[in-house]
């Protein structure tokens, strides 16, 4: 059996359980996960191994001041979470806004959206 370089823990949030998985890696390959109990916590270990991914939950500055609760609509890249909050920081939004609104697009350049977590008239 070839011998392993590195291993990594990870505790998956997938579920509630929190299972501790442990990634065994040789030569920059992972080549075994262990301790998780499903797929997805094998698939979350593998992707927090190898490109951790978050949500991003922020504010962003209406035109009238106060500011609107917003989260990316799906996990961008963990490297990118300062870039993308500098980002929104400079971004202004204009009312009505509805909960689940989209009211900035591709933040740091992921693709991916950002909406409002709460409707502001
Ligand atoms: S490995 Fe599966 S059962 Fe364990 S915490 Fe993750 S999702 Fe839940």
């Known amino acids: 059996m070839s011998a392993v370089n590195e291993e990594k823990s990870v505790t998956c949030i997938v579920c509630p359980r929190g299972c501790r998985i442990k990634v065994s890696i040789k ?3 992972i080549i075994r996960i262990s301790g998780n109990l499903c797929k997805r916590g094998a698939d979350y270990a593998r992707s927090e191994v190898t490109q951790p ?3 991003l939950t ?3 500055r209406l035109e009238d001041g106060h500011l609107l ?3 990316t609509a799906r996990p ?3 490297e990118l979470l300062f870039e993308a909050v500098r980002e ?3 971004v202004r939004v204009k009312g009505p806004i ?3 609104q989209v009211v900035y697009s591709n933040v740091a350049g992921t693709g991916v959206d950002v ?3 709460r409707s502001w008239n």
């Open 69 to 71: 609760p917003v989260k």
């Open 98 to 100: 509805e909960i689940g």
């Open 76 to 78: 961008i890249p963990k």
């Open 58 to 60: 922020t504010t962003v």
């Open 27 to 29: 030569g920059g390959e």
């Open 53 to 55: 991914m978050r949500v």
């Open 88 to 90: 929104l920081s400079g």
């Open 115 to 117: 909406v409002a977590t």
